[in-house]
């Protein structure tokens, strides 16, 4: 089981721009998304994140390398897995309940609350929309692995984790997965952050989250 440390930066706080946040987080260390699981071809797929808090909001980078961009999710809580999508699960302290924060590379995002996969529900879009996004899509350089580069980063408040009596991140124990997805892509797979032991794709398995330790 793998575990992350989630630093705590004193320079960040909840109101910050979020570009200053995108930028700063370049400078964190990195953490990549390449357990492939249920591979049945080689996808020419890179995709890494980075993580940190200020006590009361999880700022969260993604890096996504991938050869196709197709989005047709542009509603919240429409099911963004289909898109180019990235994910982060977690839960905290002993709860046996996880959020899943689910966004496409136009920064639509799907969150959801529950057990696993068919106890789940819906947070309403007030909500959801407390979670500050930016994101940048370019083609990727002429002699890259890829066709396309694309980033995400979100300010995601302590208050969006409506169902958990939460005060503060500091020093607090969670467990969780990051994902890199996209079902209706021409060449659809599932990366996970760490390895999930599942015959069919299947990310809401939280036997296989890993730790999460805030600072």
Sequence with gaps: MK??????????????????????????????IDNDPWAKLKINCQTSFSIAH????????FYVNED????????????????????FFVSFGLENEYYNIEVNCFGICLMGYGLDRMNRMLLPENIIEKIKRTILIKSADELAATNFEWQITLAIPIEVFAYTNLSSFNKKQGRGNFFKCGDDLPEPHFFTWNIIQSQNPDFHLPEFFGELQFG
Excluded: A, R
Aim: hydrophobic content about 35%; charged content about 20%.
């Design 3 to 32: 575990t992350i440390f989630i630093p705590l930066i004193d320079s960040l706080s909840q109101n910050i721009n979020i570009e200053e946040v995108s930028t700063l987080m370049d400078s964190l260390p990195s953490h990549s």
């Design 54 to 61: 200020c006590g009361d909001t999880i700022f969260l980078k």
């Design 68 to 87: 196709v961009i197709k989005t047709n999710m542009h509603k919240t809580n429409d099911p963004v897995y289909k898109d180019n999508c990235v994910e």
